[in-house]
């Protein structure tokens, strides 16, 4: 077996694992790496593999740094199955043509000043048509339901617990003597005791480990606090009279963003008159497909929806979803205090730049991230504290509150990644951390090895086989 860490490898976003085993070639992801425009760009648009080589693509969830990436792999000539679950395949049905959509519209946008300078047009990575030629490749399958991918190479999908659909990837492989070997792949592992989603599967056996690393030296605070945080930067920013600014992820955040306010609403813990706009075509589908896949529902999420059916936690009175151009701009003629909640999660593209180009210089409203934002992102740079920023090619001062709320993040932290790889028993003989910035990833790498004798950790460099 060969495993070759072609992205997510010392960074966190543009997962693409290569194995070679039994004479097959598995992609684990093929998703978009974010980063400095250019080398997003090169990166992207390059695949550091021959596609037509590559025989499935076992897909962990629908996060587009995961799963990104896939049209311009069938463009580029893979024809093989693209394994997932069925809420992972629903999820990359509306997701892949949202992002096919985004690069053909910034293309045309960029064409347009190319032509004022007679410069040649400049292509999108993939457009419309390889996204859908894309989606025909799909095979959906269950959870905890072995399905075999290969001669000899089983697959199993659990449940990750990070956003619908997520998966841990479970391979069982058998060589030719008859010797079997499990390789397990994490993805985004999630967090227990979360709101809607069911909590991580515990797996008692691997011996290769692929772990994500994104917070390996960071715990987030009690899910309590983060109630209690959210709700107390709402209360202080309506009595200023402003708004609360969200960049969130179209799927996930969203609408956990939404339960969490449905249920302070309802709890009396917020004004009952606050207005709260989501203010994303793609999360609003992506809601839609939430309400459709009750199987992947913790008991609590599950339990409301059976003995209330007329209630909708994705909604409440004052809930306003805002799908044409012209609901998003007449956002910026709202006066009163008001949530506004719009992608990205890490402000690159997107509906948000127009809310943050609208609000950013206000000093009685708010920016909240609440999630993760990789280097040389907007987001990165205004969670940084920077004063002045640039949209759209022209520069504001940042005079808004920014703050952040990493509790709500879909990630496990520190003790729950340690807590998670506790349970396999031996420890794996290989472990291979990735999705990690190199201070999180080696931090753990030195927990897993103290504290759980992992017996071999290794963080792997862009572009690095191993032969195990």
Known sequence: MEITFFGAARTVTGSQHLIDVNGYRILLDCGLYQGPRQESKDRNRHLPFDAASVDVLILSHAHIDHSGNIPNLVKSGFTGDIISTFATRDLCNIMLRDSAKIQEMDVEYLNKKRRRSDLPPLEPIYTMADALDSLKLFIGIGYERPYNVAPGITLTFYDAGHILGSALVALDIEDKAGATQRLVFSGDLGRVNRPILNDPTFLDKADILLLESTYGNREHPEDEDTDHMLEDIIRDTVKQGGKVIVPAF??????????????????????????????????????????????????????????????????????????????????????????????????????????????????????????????????????????????????????????????????????????????????PRRTFLVHGEPDAAFALAERLRTQLGFPQVDVPELGQRFTL
Request: charged share 25%; proline share 4%; glycine share 8%.
């Open 250 to 427: 179209a799927v996930g955040r969203t609408q956990e963003l939404v339960y969490r306010l449905n249920n302070m609403v309802e709890r009396g813990d917020l004004p009952r008159d606050l207005a709260v706009y989501v203010d994303s075509p793609l999360a609003i589908d992506a809601t839609s497909i939430f309400r459709a896949h009750p199987e992947v529902y913790d008991e609590e999420t599950a339990e409301v929806l059976m003995t209330d059916r007329d209630h909708d936690p994705f909604g409440f009175r004052l809930m306003h979803y805002t799908r044409s151009v012209e609901e998003s701009k007449a956002l910026n003629f709202v006066k009163s205090p008001a949530v506004i909640i719009s992608a990205s999660g890490m402000a690159e593209a997107g509906r948000i730049l127009h809310h943050l180009k609208n609000n950013v210089e206000d000093g009685r409203n708010t920016v909240l991230i609440t999630g993760f934002q990789a280097p040389n992102t907007l987001g990165r740079r205004i969670v940084e504290g920077h004063k002045r920023i640039k949209i759209f090619g022209e520069d504001y001062d940042v005079r808004a509150r920014v703050t952040s709320l990493t509790g709500m993040s879909g990630h496990a932290d520190r003790s729950e990644l340690v807590a998670w790889a506790g349970h396999f028993e031996p420890p």
